[in-house]
């Protein structure tokens, strides 16, 4: 098990480090490319040798993002735009940005993922596939329905999806709640004991990938529990095991001030990394996890004062804790050809920026990236790109110019990121 940093402290001073040594070794927002004029980094503030492309702006709110085998971009939205929830786009030029753009489908949610030829979409509420093929961007057709029966909750309802290589669906079902509280978002409101949302929710739930109709709990088989949200989820093919990012739990000062002070609330919990195994327990609602104390805390809601450990001594830990409250929202493993050696099998993480750090200014709005070897983090964590809030200071999530929402590998190893915030995508490429 890899040892976990103080990342709340020790995070956000490599934040600072890293934006000076940027603006000092490559122009601010700009790199040099090697016999050519100084490469385009629209906008984002990447490391020295990458640059950047805006494939295709004002696309809708888009969530996740997934990258055929022939250059093609599909991407979820959020909400439905002239009536479709999905986008799919195509460069014809080979100049990265798309000149065809189509809208298809009636679902709209979080989870994308390409898989046997197929786009799978996860939507609030159950999984569909749509066969894609060669001649067409757009595909034709109805989707297959995979897997339905999901609750219909307006708190953590994206169903993020990964697959493994032997025929597997993991679906995130988050948790309608933030602490499973008696009285929901209350002022020292004791939680419920036991939570009866893990009976369905809170946790990854694994399907057959190619079976239709599959009902949540019935043909559906919960996989790990004690998970409040985990936006970002993806199969790690180098070692063959599951990982996501959960989003941790708010309003620990809000609502329990006995126990907690201000900053207390804004930079606990940590956003924890898991490696994810059959039958793990993390402990949500009943546990979060303080990075300054480098272990599993008794929540408030169930007896917690901020130093008891409790039952959640025998809860799994994660593999890496980052800043509380900055949002994971995608995750993948970096195995293209493109990159330099160091990004190798390494993890890149979306952090869409937090919401409830008043009164002092948001964090998160950057994609980070972790180093990996044997299945565990082998070094800290640093900011790969950043610039997305568009001012130095971002008090309110709306404030932010754009916000990294999805992320994806192209064919050519470069890496996709979408927006959620005006529905831009970018492409970052290393200039070789």
Same mark, same amino acid.
Request: net charge negative; hydrophobic share 40%; charged share 20%.
């Given at each position: 098990m890899a040892k976990i940093k103080n990342t709340l402290t020790a995070g956000l001073s490599i934040i600072g480090i890293i934006v000076i040594l940027f603006s000092c070794t490559s122009g601010s927002r700009h790199d040099k490319k090697e016999g050519s004029a100084l490469a385009d980094t629209s906008g984002l503030v990447l490391p020295d040798g990458f640059s950047a492309v805006v494939v295709a702006d004002n696309l809708g709110?888009?969530?996740?993002?997934? %990258?055929?085998?022939?250059?093609? %971009?599909?991407?979820?939205?959020?909400?439905?735009?002239?009536?479709?929830?999905? %986008?799919?786009?195509?460069?014809?030029?080979?100049?990265?940005v798309a000149d065809i753009i189509q809208y298809f489908g009636k679902y709209h949610g979080t989870?994308?993922?390409? &898989?046997?030829?197929?786009?799978?979409?996860?939507?609030?509420?159950?999984? %569909?596939?749509?066969? @894609?093929?060669?001649? @067409?961007?757009?595909?034709?057709?109805?989707?297959?329905?995979?897997?339905?029966?999901?609750?219909?909750?307006?708190? &953590?309802?994206?169903?993020?999806?990964?697959?493994?290589?032997?025929?597997?669906?993991?679906?995130?079902v988050g948790g309608p709640a933030n602490a499973c509280m008696e009285e929901m978002r209350t002022p020292g409101s004791p939680g419920k004991d036991p939570c009866p949302l893990l009976e369905f929710s809170a946790g990854i739930w694994k399907f057959k990938d190619d079976v239709t109709n599959q009902r949540q709990m019935k043909e559906g088989y919960r996989y790990a529990t004690g998970l409040r949200n985990c936006v970002a989820v993806e199969w790690n093919t180098t070692v063959n095991k599951l990982y996501v990012v959960q989003h941790g739990r708010d309003q620990l000062y809000q609502f329990f001030p006995e126990y907690y002070t201000e900053d207390d609330g804004i930079n606990l919990p940590s956003e924890e990394f898991f490696l994810v195994e059959e039958g793990d327990d993390f402990g949500w609602p009943y546990c979060y996890y303080d990075h300054y104390k480098n272990k599993k805390l008794l929540a408030p809601e169930y007896g917690g004062d901020g130093e008891i450990t409790g039952r959640c001594e025998s809860k799994k830990d994660p593999i890496m804790a980052f800043p509380a409250h900055i949002a994971p929202n995608d995750l993948i493993f970096y195995t293209g050809a493109q990159f330099p050696e160091k990004y190798k099998n390494g993890a890149l993480i979306a952090f869409h920026g937090s919401w409830n750090r008043n009164p002092q200014e948001q964090e998160g709005f950057y994609i980070v990236f972790v180093p990996f070897e044997n299945g565990l983090p082998s070094g800290d964590w640093e900011v790969f790109a950043d610039g997305f809030k568009g001012k130095d200071m971002v008090m309110s999530p709306g404030e932010a110019e754009y916000r990294p929402m999805g992320l994806a590998v192209g064919p050519d190893g470069s890496l996709f990121v979408s927006d959620s915030q005006k529905g831009r995508v970018w492409k970052i490429s290393y200039n070789l």
């Open positions: 709110r888009c969530r996740h993002i997934a %990258v055929n085998e022939n250059n093609d %971009v599909y991407i979820a939205l959020d909400n439905l735009k002239d009536g479709f929830g999905t %986008v799919a786009l195509r460069d014809t030029t080979d100049d990265g989870g994308l993922h390409i &898989h046997k030829g197929y786009l799978y979409f996860g939507a609030d509420t159950i999984v %569909v596939r749509y066969k @894609l093929a060669a001649n @067409l961007l757009a595909p034709a057709g109805e989707p297959e329905v995979i897997a339905y029966g999901f609750p219909n909750e307006r708190q &953590h309802a994206a169903k993020s999806l990964a697959f493994d290589n032997a025929g597997n669906m993991y679906v995130n």
